[in-house]
């Protein structure tokens, strides 16, 4: 009896339906059952399960004699099913690499559930992806089964049944089965949910959602839309055979008439002759549902007036809607001017010698090199008056009470940078900020580059997607200094920014705590034994992907592999942390504890001086780890691709910081093997260090509080930390 069986009706969707059956048979977890319907369609769909049937016994192919609907079509699949769990997968969508195994980890932790809820994406046509709004929904019901009743929230996600199993003996005992017509995955949730006993969440995108630019069945202008009055005639007849449910009822009764209204709504949906009568016989169902003595308000309200009035307000709402937007305009348009009223009105006043004014990565807060040269400004200049740009005030609230701050574009922060000497960033300033003559902008960058930047991208279109090299340009023509930790960066960054500053070969001051060393107190936070090998994975983001995010190593097996007495930790790229990426497993392996997840960890030095070894693929973290003068593994499974994307400065497969692997299997051999530590490792990783870790010497920070802030001499780094340095070669050296 395999675990799952997974059944996909097919109709009219032969340019999808490979993707779909190819994210089933490629999955790692192999003990499943696909049962695909054709629902007699007149495309090439048959012949296309057919041939996926011949070559694969986990296939099999029921061909319908006449087309009955998607959930007629599931009931026909119900029969020959004998897995565990039935898993109804419509078929222009895709299971997520790894989404079985999850699924059944889950299932395995929860004692087999009646029914495991998970997580999805919407995946754009023009290819953008959009993680489930609600998925906190999952992430807050816990590791514990739950009833509606214990967790209500539930009923919060969307009314669909491909993003669940159920288990099936549930559904057989229960005789749940799909009626005709639209809308049908809602008399069957509320009533799976409902009656449910045992209910799991899975904090994980198990399905990518297809959105589809046409073609889709809810995306069709029809009166099959109509058939939502049926469906929910079916959920209250369910409830009112069991008075058990009937407190279910004011909820159910609220869900139906925002559901209709929701159809009504929207543009693409109901013929414009039909919407008077929708909106009817929406209102006279809704009156005869709804439960004595309850209040209707909100939105559902307009049902208990007329199509006129609903018509009226509608109208209203839509000229409401354009009103806001346009006085929004005008409103941007107002406060730009009051904000250069603010910077002209100070503007002639003199600049304040004592006032610095930082910011780091866009004003997320005190973070990296600024963080860093403001910290060391406090302790031997505390005349010097340090401001901190924020985005927001909630990250103004997550700052340290004893950190000066202001909001962008407020009228302190106008104030601020109109008198400000000294500007201290690691990204540049908006381009709204006037530079005043006399001021001092401080550029500290982001680490030592190995990927293209500024100008090197106009040859890279994908790279540079909805990034202006032009007006980067603009805005990087303000700096004065360039701050760079090794002669590499030094010519990247006078090339890839043909802007009049000067070089300063200070080291990064971030990286002080790394040569000087410091107390971390990760492990400790997060429960990790003091004697285990902490391997840290940092992937980087990929630009041949619009959504940036690429699954190159299974987690699960990698933790697996790396056996006892090891901790996995994964830090994601920071513009990958907020988006599906996280969704895509790993959030949910750090609640089981297989990974520790330390991808919200604000500063970076904390991970790193934590790790006693760095598995990465091309981030510049590399170039931070390497000053710790520990073992690197560089995972390079796609670097031709990644390389003819994105554009490198540095071949870094062949002057790398330690071994090199090029599959999974080799980089699991190099840990099983104890290579990853190995005299040639030591050997490639001095050699790494001598190219990029020249003027990184611990007094980065305290070398441009003195000589830029202060106006104090201080000798540049020696080089007699590292041997042999700016032996190497790269992409810039002249011949």
Known sequence: MPRFSLIVPCFKVQGFL????????LQSFNDF????VDDRSPDGCG???????ARDPRVRVLHLPKNVGLGRARNAGMPHATGDYLFFLDSDDTLTPGALRSIADRLAEARDPDVLVFDYARTYWWGGTRRNVLSEVLAEAGPENFTVEEYPRILDLLMVVWNKVHRREFVAAQGFAFPPGYYEDTPWTFPVLLSARRIA?????????????????LSTTSRKHFDVHDQYER???FVDKRPELAHWRPYLHRKMGEHCLDILAKPDRLPPADKAEFFRRTARMFHTYKPEGVLVDGEAGLLEGSWAAYRIRRQTARAGQETARRAGLAGDAVAARVRSGWASLHAHRPLDPQLVVYSASSHRGVLGDPAAVHAKAREIAPQLRGVWVVRDAETAAGLPPDVEHVIVGSRRY?????RANFFVNDVNWPGTLAKRPGSVHIHTHQ????????ADLLDKPGARLGFDVPQMLRRADRWDYSLVANRHSELVWERAYPCHFTSLRTGSPRNDVLVNGGPSGFRERHGIPADHTVVLYAPTRRDYRRTGHVDRIDLVRFATDLGAGHT???RLHPSLADGPARGMGLGELARRGIVVDASDERHMADVLLAADVLVTDYSAVMFDYALLDRPIVVHADDWDVYRASRGVYVDITAEPPGHVSYSYRELAWLFASGCWRDEESARLRADFRARYCEFDDGRAAERVVRTLLLGEPMPEPGAVRIPGQATGRDALTSA
């Open 18 to 25: 490979r993707e779909c059956l190819d994210s089933v048979l």
């Open 33 to 36: 059952e696909l049962i695909a």
């Open 47 to 53: 012949a296309i399960l057919d041939e996926y049937a």
């Open 201 to 217: 969440a899975l904090d994980r995108i198990c399905v990518n959602y297809r959105q589809r630019r046409q073609g889709s069945i």
């Open 235 to 237: 959920v209250f007849a």
């Open 414 to 418: 106008c104030e601020v940078t109109a």
């Open 447 to 454: 680490g030592t580059p190995l990927k293209y930047l500024g």
């Open 568 to 570: 996995l930790v994964v």
